[in-house]
């Protein structure tokens, strides 16, 4: 088959460079080719099934990346807002500025785009694993790994990174252009649980607790998140630990977590109200000091590991410097991070084609006509938002300057 325009992935930035492609010039033909068999599969997992589209606050310390002028392209494209309003999705946001479909329904997200791009009459054509790229007289032809081919003059490569997986996004894509040899920054999963020796987590599975949590290396504070804080059988997660996830590519094994379980309190009022309470239960055991202050399994936690000592013992027994060492370890809980969760559980791929190349359009700077836009570029963003904004906002930078570049061009 022939197509002007070939969309190499039907995710976010997929659907957002074809439409945005077909927009600006519409009498070019524009299909997009994806793996799975439908479209949009990984969207459908966004926000828990929500679908959180963007944030209100979009500022350049939330992203990450080589893509130099990657806030430029979000400030001169439409918003999420904007961009689905245009589709009749109208848009909410709850009161940290996370936006979501009115629906709250990553469904319906995406069933507005396939109505998009129906309308536009841009095709789709699923079950086509890219292979290879080749040049041709008219462009390029691409070959999925059973054999089809597709001639196109321009190809726009929203294919994604490594994060989930079993979503499609399995990093294939991104090997077949390393190949060809395109410069990629150091690659590995970001917004994603951080793992903890078990043993160190022994009694907190299933914990949630609010609190503040800073990456830590060599004893600096590399950045500090507040949040949720979740515990699991062999990690920390929550959105506040999936924001510095992105630490371990480049500290790996010298990198730990420090939690404070009280950041709302400092540690001198901390000091009183733990010294006003083991004077009111001084004659109950260590195991209830801090019951209500805490979930039973943290509260507990916190004052065997603290007291190393019988939790049958009475309250009784603690003199002040017992009371500054359990304030000290609910401000300062540290765990030594001995690894990033798997592909599978990750929500981002940090790294992916480099920068320097592509050009301020996004085009491949080694191969006129290739376009690049969202995961698959070393570009990506916190929790929160980010991430689907830049899926937003380059896939339609991508496919407008895609288009445009053919505009009284020959066929």
Not at 18 to 39: C, M, Q, Y
Not at 384 to 394: R, V
Request: with cysteine; proline share 2%; net charge positive.
């Amino acid at each position: 088959m022939y197509t002007d325009i070939a969309v190499i992935g039907g995710g976010a930035s997929g659907l957002a460079a074809a439409i945005g492609a077909k927009t600006e010039n519409p009498v070019l033909s524009v299909t997009v080719f994806e793996k799975l068999d439908r479209v949009g599969k990984k969207l459908l997992s966004t926000g828990n099934g929500r679908c959180n589209l963007s944030s209100r606050s979009l500022v350049s310390e939330h992203y990450h990346g080589s893509v130099k002028n990657l806030m430029e392209i979000i400030k001169n494209t439409s918003s999420a807002e904007e961009f689905f309003m245009t589709m009749g999705v109208p848009v909410i946001s709850d009161e940290q500025g996370r936006m979501y479909p009115r629906s709250e329904s990553a469904a319906a997200v995406l069933r507005s785009l396939r109505m998009r791009t129906s309308e536009l009459g841009i095709t789709e054509v699923c079950g086509f694993e890219l292979a290879e790229i080749r040049r041709s007289k008219r462009g390029y032809i691409i070959t999925s790994k059973s054999g089809a081919t597709a001639e196109c003059r321009c190809i726009i490569a929203a294919a994604g990174g490594y994060a989930a997986p079993q979503l499609g996004t399995d990093g294939s894509v991104m090997r077949i252009f390393r190949d060809m040899g395109y410069k990629t920054a150091k690659i590995c999963p970001a917004v994603a649980p951080l793992k903890v020796s078990p043993d160190k987590l022994k009694g907190l599975k299933g914990v949630r607790v609010k609190g503040a949590v800073s990456a830590v290396s060599g004893g600096k504070i590399l950045k500090t998140e507040q949040g949720e804080i979740q515990f699991t059988e062999s990690a920390l997660s929550g959105i506040c630990v999936f924001n510095l996830a992105r630490f371990f590519n480049e500290y790996e094994v010298g990198l730990a977590l420090r939690l404070d379980l009280a950041a709302d309190i400092e540690k001198a009022e901390l000091i009183d109200y733990l010294e006003r309470v083991s004077t009111q239960r001084a004659a109950y055991p260590l195991e209830e000091l801090l019951t209500g202050f805490f979930p039973k399994n943290l509260a507990v936690y916190l004052v065997k590991n603290t007291f190393n000592r019988p939790l049958t013992e009475k309250i009784s027994t603690l003199g002040k410097r017992d009371i500054i060492a359990l304030a000290d370890r609910i401000k300062s809980l540290e765990f030594e991070i001995s690894g990033c969760s798997s592909w599978n559980n990750a929500q981002v791929t940090a790294g992916g084609i480099h920068g320097s190349c592509v050009d301020n359009e996004l085009q491949s700077v080694r191969d006129r006509g290739i376009y690049f836009c969202g995961e698959i570029l070393d570009a990506d963003g916190d929790c929160g938002g980010y991430n689907l904004q830049w899926a937003w906002s380059s896939g339609l930078w991508a496919g407008s300057n895609c288009a445009r570049s053919l505009k009284g061009a020959k066929r």
